[in-house]
């Protein structure tokens, strides 16, 4: 029953905030323990058009998860992503790392009739002040290179901030642009809010416009 | 009057153990790999606390997390039997590898004895 709860909660999307974009995993830091489940909402905005995202995500154990993306903009509901994070977590005294391979599939939600697989490989290192995030993907016709890293600053109360600084590059069959900007995470016991403004450093894309601003919250049950 | 002669000191006797004999307390510390992250932690916490013999009237609803030593500190109910594998198993489902479990006090027995 509590499955099925989390699987419809996953189904009929929700809130939160994502680790970095599109394709990747709803939160690369939780939930990871067996039976955990999210929900985040963010909203985006990129060449002149904000999105709001609905994603949820479900941990049948710390090794594999299940997440769901759909946006939503303009009136209509986009292409869904469903991705598989499977990954290896490797615990060592004061810090904690893992790496991850995501299949996934964008589905035609939003009125087309193409599907597109993906493939993502992930590593993610977190310890006593640092955490660092690198992701390279393929989906549909785009690869995509995302790094963050940067500083966390727990309070020793059950929250935590995160001050990073993220990279994201992006080759398609439109062109490349590459994206760099702050990015700011609040955590509160099982409560995520992040916020994240990137400017255009290279921009060789026919359909890339701006700057790319994004912002989340989300929960973890 | 006899009644007095026996009741009163006995009053008396439990009125002053009572009060001279400590707060329960059966709280253990657990060394745990990995757990660093107070956003990750709170599954451990999750897990934990639904062991049916966790005290939740002692530090956080029974649990307490320190990422900064990477320690999580356990009280357990008087009387209630210690099932180290049980902790350690929800610690693991939570995501992270408990390394060994310590008595924190005087009150607390030795992990022998209570196993």
């Known amino acids: ?221 | 009057m006899r009644l007095k002669t026996f009741v009163i000191p006995l009053l008396l006797v439990q009125l002053s153990a009572l009060i001279a004999s400590p707060v329960w307390a059966k709280n253990y510390l657990i060394n745990v790999n990995g757990i660093v992250c107070e956003f990750c932690a709170f599954g451990v916490a999750k897990k934990l606390r639904k062991l049916d013999f966790i005290d939740p009237s002692q530090f956080e609803e029974g649990v307490k997390v320190d990422i900064e030593n990477q320690q999580v500190f356990i009280s357990i109910q008087e009387g209630q039997p210690l099932d180290q594998e049980a902790i350690f198993e929800a610690i693991k489902s939570g995501g992270y590898d408990p390394i060994k479990m310590t008595p924190m006090d005087e009150v607390a027995r030795p992990l022998e004895e209570s196993q």
């Open chain 1, 1 to 221: 029953m509590k499955q099925l709860t989390a699987l419809l909660l996953l189904a009929t999307a929700s809130t939160f905030t994502s680790q970095v974009t599109a394709h990747q995993p709803v939160m690369d830091m939780a939930p990871r323990w067996n039976g955990g489940y999210g929900a985040q909402t963010r909203i985006t905005h990129a060449n002149n058009t904000t999105t709001t995202w609905l994603e949820g995500v479900y941990t049948f154990k710390p090794a594999l998860r299940m997440t769901l993306k759909v946006p939503y903009s303009d009136g209509k509901n986009g292409d869904a992503i469903v991705a598989m994070p499977i990954k290896r977590y490797k615990n060592a005294g004061a810090s904690t790392s893992n790496w991850g391979i995501t299949p996934s599939v964008r589905m035609p939600t939003g009125g087309g009739s193409d599907w597109d697989a993906g493939l993502s490989l992930s590593y993610s290192s977190e310890s006593k002040g640092y955490y660092e995030l690198y992701d390279i993907y393929r989906l549909g016709d785009t690869t995509g290179i995302d790094i963050n890293a940067g500083m966390s600053h727990a309070d020793g109360k059950g929250s935590s901030w995160f001050t990073l600084w993220d990279i994201s590059a992006r080759d398609s069959d439109s062109g490349q642009h590459l994206l760099t900007g702050p990015v700011l995470v609040y955590f509160k016991r099982n409560v995520i809010v992040r916020g994240e403004y990137k400017f255009v450093a290279l921009d060789n894309d026919t359909q890339w416009d701006g700057d790319y601003l994004s912002i989340g919250i989300g929960m973890v049950f």
